[in-house]
């Protein structure tokens, strides 16, 4: 079956074309644009009219290209930013409508577990097994072992959040990153059930795009190289580093600095890398695992099934 997914979230709009066959995935192409959906959503409770705008563009196009290439099914998904925001259902609708598309919100339960599902298909859990998905507006830790999931969680901590409510896109200082680790911290104490950060007997999987930017500037990339990044492991005291290193920078200093941070994440990757550093500190994990497999490739399995 050929499949077309959709993920509209916080901070982009993203695309996966693949083949799925009986639980295998050929990838056919990849799209990703910063649409910045949930702009604001943590302070108004509303997408803006703006954002929603630049989303709809970006998928109207999407769903143009996967007609094109003759996709059996196209699906679009919404997360944090939607499932956040008064108008999100309302947003949502209106794309399945106007598009002829299935278009709806996940829970943060389905977000986990999808994540979980896609990136197992491509490194099955041997052993207990934690996958964290940093995203813009909230973050997913889903542990399981085998395909079997023992347990999710979604936070209201995500690198758009972070930044907007706490860091700002430039400049920041070490007042600012010590209250929004504070939070993120208080966050996981308060929602995280402590069976949840048992000793793991492998390093964490990190997915998306936070995690797989650290590992692009962590190997010096000189561009953004997902077959270079899939499988990198990045030292918890790396992650530190570039968070001081990159802090003090403006975002246009950070991108001319790593040209492998694009434009959309150069505003947000200190917000993402306090998240990220905070949840490797409560797993009690030295590094992770960067995974180019996510949620997208979790759904395309699920529509196929």
């Known amino acids: ?147 079997h999931v023992l347990g999710a969680v979604s936070l209201q901590a995500g690198c758009v959040r972070m930044t907007e409510r706490w860091l700002g896109d430039n400049d920041v200082g070490p007042d600012q990153l010590t209250v929004a680790r504070e939070e993120i911290d208080n966050l996981i104490d308060r929602h995280v059930a402590p069976d949840l950060l048992l000793p793991l007997e492998t390093d964490p999987i990190a997915v998306a795009g936070t995690a797989t930017t650290l590992a692009a500037i962590e190997l010096g990339l000189p561009g953004y190289d997902s077959a270079k990044i899939h499988g990198q492991r990045v030292r918890r005291d790396a992650i530190a580093t570039w968070i001081a290193k990159l802090a003090p920078l403006t975002a246009e200093q950070r991108r001319a600095a790593h040209p492998a941070i694009e434009i959309g994440r150069a505003p947000v990757i200190i917000g993402g890398a306090l998240v990220l550093l905070a949840m490797l500190d409560a797993l009690h994990a030295d590094a992770y695992i960067a995974s180019e497999r996510d949620i997208l490739h979790g759904l395309a399995l699920g529509l196929a099934a």
Request: charged share 25%.
């Open 1 to 147: 079956m050929r499949v077309g997914v959709i993920d509209m979230g916080t901070n982009s709009t993203r695309l996966l074309l693949a083949d799925v066959d009986g639980g295998e995935i050929t990838e056919l192409e990849r799209v990703l644009t910063t649409t910045r959906l949930g702009a604001h959503v943590d302070r108004d409770g509303r997408l803006a009219e703006t954002a929603m705008g630049r989303t709809r563009k970006a998928v109207t196009g999407y769903v143009e290209r996967a007609r094109e290439v003759n996709c059996d099914v196209i699906f679009a998904s919404g997360t944090s930013a939607v499932r956040d925001s008064a108008n999100g259902e309302a947003f949502m609708q209106s794309l399945a409508r106007d598009l002829g598309i299935p278009a709806r919100i996940l829970s943060g339960d389905e977000e986990a577990r999808a994540t979980f599902r896609g990136v197992t298909s491509a490194q099955p859990a041997v052993g207990r097994t934690a996958v964290i998905d940093v995203g813009g507006g909230s973050t997913e830790l889903v542990v399981g072992e085998g395909a």
